[in-house]
Nanobody, 115 residues
Framework: QVQLVESGGGLVQPGGSLRLSCDASGRLLGFNAMNWYRQAPGKQRELVAR???????TYADSVKGRFTISRETSKNTVYLQMDSLKPGDTAVYYC?????????WGQGIQVTVSS
């Protein structure tokens, strides 16, 4: 069973940047896609960014042009580069591995954007 561990979160000022990492204990190539979700207090979890096995990427409208998802297959790691951060980006961010019949979630990591 693959396990996912997120890192790189923390407190950042508006306009700043953070890079989240999602390290997998096993190979990611068997999954259809890798996703980053986020959940803010009192809100539903939402899909932020997605990268498919074929390296196609999609983004939520709210983060287009500011966030970039990428994958380093040799390291079984997925990244989320977050630039021009806004207070509205404050949330717990989750890494997700999407398979045909199952999925795996990381434990989540806090990102706080505040001055």
């Amino acid at each position: 069973q693959v396990q996912l561990v997120e890192s790189g979160g923390g407190l950042v000022q508006p306009g700043g940047s953070l890079r989240l990492s999602c390290d997998a204990s096993g190979r990611l190539l068997g999954f259809n896609a890798m996703n980053w979700y986020r959940q803010a207090p009192g809100k539903q979890r939402e899909l932020v960014a997605r990268i498919t096995r074929g390296s196609s990427t999609t983004y939520a409208d709210s983060v287009k042009g500011r966030f970039t998802i990428s994958r380093e297959t040799s390291k079984n790691t997925v990244y989320l580069q977050m630039d021009s951060l806004k207070p509205g980006d404050t949330a717990v961010y989750y890494c997700n591995a999407e398979g045909t019949y199952s999925e795996v979630w990381g434990q989540g990591i806090q990102v706080t954007v505040s001055s």
